[in-house]
């Protein structure tokens, strides 16, 4: 084999100078190639389309990142940036007719009230309204939110305000008043009404109201009156740049009104990041918290000259005794009930009730009574009731309570009676109020206090234990008008109750003494204990009386109950005929017992001397005006000489 042969058996190299003459370009795209210029321009171009294909698709690229960050972008705007609705203001202040007004009261806007219109009707009334340019409040906005003395009889259309020296009376469509006994005009007229709905002047209300308004009826914005009627501590802060205040907390919430830099506005609530605010010109919204400045605590106040209901004080601790007269025979016995007392200031007979539906009084007074108790130092405070008499039901009272002349009528035949048989005092006992029948009740209250002024009286009231179910005795108002008010502090359980139990522990006095201190003075109140005890029988229900009663609360109670009210001495003398002994029962601080027999237990709760002197010792620690005994004839002999020692 030669030696070319032999180069031409190496794997990969045969041939290979053929191959390089017949392909000469392979060398041509060599750097340094010695081959003819022109077979460079193809490369060149070939380069540039590639850049040109890698810049096109960096461009596509940044394109496509800038569309995803731009809707990126606007998702994000349309979920946390601000938005620019205005709010609906007709519909955010809930105006409906023309001559509707925005009322906005101590940074409130008093939205629409079914429960104002008198008559059960289902329309709600607007807070306010423009009648010839004039400004009007609806009745029920003034009476619960600015002014409760104000009182609007639908019966009779008659407006009244109470001052302690009688009324101001009003009547529909008028511009004169009479101002208890002088007339009066205005040059507006003073009270328009729609249906047996009523509307106040808003001057006439601040004539006779601590209170400032402010009107606004800028043709942009609904026309709307701003009240304030609350005075002493408020917060207060001013606009850092200029804003918008919301509906509510949060940049999508409707815009309400745009506020300046520096703009005062009230701080309502503190909810974090916003801020519940009350414009000057009547806008309640939020805006953000950063958006506020120098918030500080301000004292606002007004110059205002409030009436002032001058009271009797008898200067001593009172110690009355109620005295349950049935009849006139029971008068005669007067000089014996009263023999067996010791210490007594005062004693109320139960002598005057309601006859009717129209206003006329039923009468057991009697001189004779009240000599021979003055002749024994004792002042006579007559009853007037609201029960056992000719009427017996919440509707019934309600009838007489909401018409002025009915209740004229009954203050001028108590008054007249009282006169002529020369008492010293009304004690008013109305237990059948329900709470519509409310403000015609404190109303009368008011009205008998004016006349009982008048006439040297003594004027007290008598009370449940405050609880949020009968509120509408508003006995913080009797406290301004009344000379004493009485809290029973008894009845804590009755015949009517669904289970046994005290008719006063002492946690029940307690509470009540308690709450009633919120709203009466201590120099005024008077805590009414018993001298009666209810003996308890309780058998379990068969299960036809739970059958009966499925669905009520009465079904809640496995045991049937009665009970039956004694006098102190005849209760002790039950449980010792039972031959069972008592125990002390220091939660209700009473003496108790309990026994089978007749098929079922007996239970009873003892008001004694001990259970009363724990009473006593709450009314004296809360410095009372004193203490009055439900009633005259059920106490044991002892209980006086123990009374003396707390009340004097």
């Keep these: 084999m030669d030696e070319r042969e032999r180069k031409g058996s190496i794997p990969g190299r045969a041939g290979a100078d053929g191959a390089r003459r017949r392909h000469p370009g392979r060398n041509a795209q060599r750097p340094g190639n010695n081959s003819p210029g022109g077979n460079r321009r193809p490369v060149k171009r070939s380069i540039r389309a590639r850049r040109r294909r890698r810049n096109t698709a960096i461009r596509w690229l940044i394109l496509i990142i800038l569309i995803i960050g731009a809707i990126g972008g606007f998702v994000i705007w349309r979920k946390y940036g601000p938005s620019n609705e205005r709010a609906d203001l007709n519909q955010y202040y809930e105006l409906e007719a023309e001559n509707d007004i925005a009322v906005v009261v101590n940074n409130e806007v008093v939205r629409n009230n079914a429960s104002s219109a008198e008559g059960g009707t289902e329309e709600s009334p607007a807070p306010g309204k423009i009648y010839d340019g004039q400004y009007y409040i609806e009745y029920s906005v003034v009476h619960d939110r600015i002014n ?10 008659l407006l009244l305000y ?44 601040q004539a006779y109201t601590n209170m400032e308004y402010a009107v606004y009826d800028d043709p942009a914005d609904p026309s709307r009156a701003v009240i304030t009627s609350e005075w002493g501590e408020t917060q207060t802060a001013s606009i850092k ?18 506020v300046k830099k520096s703009d005062k506005v009230t701080v309502l609530e503190d909810e974090d990041d916003w801020m519940k605010v009350g414009t000057e010109d ?140 020369g008492v010293d005092g009304i004690n008013l006992d109305f237990e059948l109020i329900s709470a519509d029948c409310g403000e015609h009740y404190i109303q009368f209250v008011r009205e008998l206090s004016v006349k009982c002024r008048q006439n040297g009286l003594v004027f007290s009231i008598d009370n449940y234990v405050p609880r949020p179910y009968n509120s509408h005795y508003d006995i913080e108002e009797q406290g301004a008008v009344a000379d004493y008010v009485i809290i029973m502090g008894y009845d804590e359980h009755t015949d009517g109750s669904y ?54 609360e009465a079904a809640s109670y496995p045991n049937k109950v009665t009970s039956y009210a004694y006098g102190m001495d005849e209760a002790e003398d039950i449980v010792s005929a039972a031959g069972v002994q008592t125990e002390w029962n220091d939660t209700t601080k009473q003496n108790y017992a309990q026994w089978e027999a007749d098929g079922g237990v007996y239970k009873i ?44």
């Design 148 to 157: 409760k003395r104000f009182y609007w009889d639908p019966n009779e259309n």
């Design 605 to 648: 709760w003892l008001e004694d001397s001990r259970s009363l002197e724990e009473k006593l010792k709450v009314i004296k620690a809360n410095g009372l005006a004193g203490v009055a005994e439900w009633s005259l004839g059920m106490e044991s002999s002892g209980v006086w000489d123990l009374i003396l020692q707390y009340v004097n």
């Design 499 to 552: 289970q046994a139990g005290s008719v006063a522990s002492v946690g029940y006095l307690e509470d009540g003494i308690t709450e009633a201190l919120k709203m009466v003075p201590a120099e005024k109140l008077v805590a009414g204990i018993p001298f009666y005890t209810r003996l308890w029988f309780e058998t379990p229900k068969t299960e036809d009386e739970l059958a009966e009663e499925a669905g009520t």
């Design 282 to 421: 009547g806008f309640i919204g939020y805006v953000r918290t950063g958006d506020l400045r120098d918030i500080v605590t301000e004292t606002i106040s007004r110059e205002f000259e409030e009436p002032v209901y001058t009271n009797i004080s008898k200067g001593y601790t009172i110690n009355m005794a109620w005295h349950n007269v049935s009849n006139s025979d029971a008068n005669s016995y007067v000089l014996e009930t009263i023999a067996g007392t010791k210490g007594l200031t005062t004693i109320a007979p139960t002598w005057f009730s309601l006859a009717d539906t129209e206003g006329n009084v039923s009468s057991l007074a009697d001189a004779s009574y009240v000599n021979y108790a003055h002749q024994s130092n004792i002042e006579v405070w007559a009853v007037l009731r609201d029960f056992h008499g000719g009427i017996s039901s919440y509707d019934e009272t309600y009838e007489v309570l909401s018409y002025t002349s009915k209740r004229t009528k009954v203050i001028n035949q108590v008054i007249a009676e009282a006169l002529q048989s």
């Design 241 to 258: 740049r200029d804003t918008q205040v919301r509906y509510q907390g949060g940049v999508k919430s409707p815009i309400l009104t745009d």
């Design 162 to 205: 109470t001052l302690p020296g009688g009324s101001v009376s009003v009547e529909v469509g008028s511009k004169e008043y009479t101002d208890i006994t002088e007339k009066k005009s205005e040059d507006y007229v003073i009270l328009k009404t729609e249906g047996r709905t009523a509307y106040i002047a808003l001057p006439f209300i």
